[in-house]
Antibody, heavy 116, light 107 residues
Framework: EVQLVESGGGLVQPGRSLKLSCAAS????????MAWVRQAPKKGLEWVAT????????YYPDSVKGRFTISRDNAKSSLYLQMNSLKSEDTATYYC?????????WGQGTLVTVSS | DIQMTQSPASLSASLGETVSIECLAS??????LAWYQQKSGKSPQLLIY???RLQDGVPSRFSGSGSGTRYSLKISGMQPEDEADYFC?????????FGAGTKLELK
């Protein structure tokens, strides 16, 4: 069974940093592109980042480019999202998802709240 | 970026009723369209990909159709467990973009 378990969310002040993690199991992690998708409270879905199987290629929307970094450790079957210079508009539940496009499996999400 | 316009924003259906949700892309997306279901407090689940292909385990009362810029999700016979938010998403090119969602409630 495919499982994706996010962690690392919490309350953080504007301008500070936070790193999210996603532990994957139930499939060969190194064979799949992985992504982060977020959802602001009571809002829709927004794609945040994608990483290739080896980690050599990464993709971001303009809204987070230069502030967020996606990475992976295939030996640990883990995905990460380093978020710097956080803004109030980054407040959302962050989901780890498997795939390039579309996203076949999603984790349960971790809530990030950016507030002073 | 490709814009996805989803309608209606909300609807209410009776048990057994057939329901349709529409999605309009700002340009042609060659059937690269996915539908997700998100139940309250849960993460999204992929229902349909490539416009009409059912993800494993999805009940056959769900179906997808469309072409070009217009796509639709149909639920043939509303069930209580179908009460959820539904999102479309174009998988034609990056960045992936989603519709604003449709809240489906049981009347």
């Amino acid at each position: 069974e495919v499982q994706l378990v996010e962690s690392g969310g919490g309350l953080v002040q504007p301008g500070r940093s936070l790193k999210l993690s996603c532990a994957a199991s139930g499939f060969t992690f190194s064979n799949y592109y992985m992504a982060w998708v977020r959802q602001a409270p009571k809002k829709g879905l927004e794609w945040v980042a994608t990483i290739s199987t080896s980690g050599s290629r990464t993709y971001y929307p303009d809204s987070v480019k230069g502030r967020f970094t996606i990475s992976r450790d295939n030996a640990k079957s883990s995905l990460y999202l380093q978020m710097n210079s956080l803004k109030s508009e980054d407040t959302a539940t962050y989901y780890c998802a498997r795939g390039y496009n579309p996203f076949a499996y999603w984790g349960q999400g971790t809530l990030v709240t950016v507030s002073s | 970026d490709i814009q996805m316009t989803q309608s209606p924003a909300s609807l209410s259906a009776s048990l057994g009723e057939t329901v349709s949700i529409e999605c309009l892309a700002s340009e042609g997306i060659s059937n690269d369209l996915a539908w997700y279901q998100q139940k309250s407090g849960k993460s999204p689940q992929l229902l349909i990909y490539a416009a009409s292909r059912l993800q494993d385990g999805v009940p056959s009362r769900f179906s997808g159709s469309g072409s070009g810029t217009r796509y639709s999700l149909k639920i043939s016979g509303m069930q209580p467990e179908d009460e959820a938010d539904y999102f479309c998403q174009q998988s034609y090119k990056y960045p992936p973009t989603f519709g604003a969602g449709t809240k489906l409630e049981l009347k």
